[in-house]
């Protein structure tokens, strides 16, 4: 916080309103952003690699000035400011039973994660194609009501298309509460999440696109959630020998995602492709001190000796901490999550090993 020697070096009074300290607390949050990039940078740069342990307890100002002396893109040192959202257009798209759920805040992460879509051939076919009908995950078709079912936490429907494509509705209005509650989550944003972690994984590259059925924000029987394309494959074993390469890559999705719930039910094997799929986004992205369930592929990977980084885990870090906005997520995401996040990549890249133990 600021002091000022006009009142005798005591708080400003302005800094114990909640508008300053929002204000404060952005501030900070852009400086760590940029501090995490100058190390990204310095640590790919040959020169400059025997300097980042020194970086690593510079302030955020001081490494700004260190690395402007030495010519670091001028994109890392000022990077643009991301686009405000006001989460206006959220509301118009809700239906007026449909917004109970809805907070300010929330309604701005809705706004940012809708403005990332569409970019990717599988959203838009999410986003615009004609759905025929929708239907109960027993098969049962039944109009548009929504019943929650044994099995899944929350409220979750099939979305059947004229093109033959099935994808799974979990609607903002249909979340167990006290089991978010339990995850550390104080408002509806698993649908978010689960938009989120397809989004990063298509920024991180190919290896992980695969991993992540396609998922967008979309508003389905009047009710908005998350609509996840379908894939193919079941609940199994993903400690298969063919399996291997895929399962490693998902356990340092994992890691660097924060999954809180990675048990072998949200999983998904394709035995005639050989493919594993990732499924149920929505407890990722946590913070520090939140609960955590150890992701059973983490714990594959580990007890096969495989804690440290591969070189293209280092480059996708790398990536993640070059982008002065997380690919865009930073305004999707809770403030606290997203600087986790960066965090965490920023942990696993200096210390070459998956960041498994707490979050």
Avoid at 13 to 33: E, I, L, S, T, Y
Avoid at 118 to 135: A, D, F, I, K, N
Wanted: proline share 6%; aromatic share 6%; charged share 25%.
């Amino acid at each position: 916080m600021c002091r000022s020697k006009a009142v005798g070096a005591r708080r400003c009074p302005g800094c114990k309103g909640p508008a300053a300290r929002d204000a404060h607390n952005a501030r900070r949050r852009d400086n760590r952003a940029v501090k995490a990039q100058i190390l990204a940078w310095a640590t790919e740069e040959p020169e400059h690699q025997k300097s980042v342990e020194a970086l690593k307890v510079l302030p955020p100002a001081q490494a700004k000035e260190w690395a402007r002396q030495r010519g670091a893109p001028a994109a890392i040192l000022n990077p643009p400011k991301p686009k405000q959202h006001d989460g206006k257009a959220v509301i118009r798209q809700l239906d007026l039973a449909d917004q109970f759920w809805v907070t300010p805040e929330l309604a701005r992460s809705i706004e940012a994660m809708q403005s990332l879509q569409g970019q990717h051939l599988r959203e838009g076919s999410l986003l615009t194609g004609h759905l025929e009908r929708t239907m109960r995950l027993d098969g049962h078709s039944d109009g548009s009501a929504y019943y929650p079912l044994d099995g899944p936490v929350n409220v979750t429907r099939i979305a059947c298309f004229d093109n033959g494509d099935i994808a799974f509705h979990k609607p903002f209005a249909g979340l167990d509460t006290d089991c978010a509650e339990d995850y550390g989550q104080e408002s509806a944003i698993q649908p978010v999440h689960e938009a989120a972690a397809w989004h990063l994984a298509r920024n991180l590259g190919k290896r992980y696109e695969k991993l992540v059925p396609p998922c967008v924000i979309r508003v389905v029987d009047d009710r908005m959630g998350s609509l996840s394309l379908g894939v193919p494959g079941d609940p199994g074993d993903p400690t298969a020998a063919h399996l291997r390469e895929e399962a490693d890559d998902a356990a340092f999705f994992d890691c660097l995602v924060g999954q809180q719930d990675r048990h072998l039910g949200n999983l998904l094997i394709d035995n005639q492709s050989a493919k594993l799929h990732l499924i149920d986004h929505g407890f990722t992205f946590a913070r520090p001190g939140d609960t955590i369930n150890v992701s059973m592929l983490v714990h594959f990977r580990i007890q096969r000796g495989g804690l440290a980084l591969t070189p293209h885990e280092t480059k996708a870090l790398r990536n993640v901490l070059r982008s002065h906005d997380l690919f865009g997520l930073s305004q999707a995401l809770e403030p606290e999550r997203s600087e986790a996040l960066r965090a965490r990549a920023a942990r696993m890249l200096t210390s070459g090993q998956l960041e498994h133990k707490e979050f």
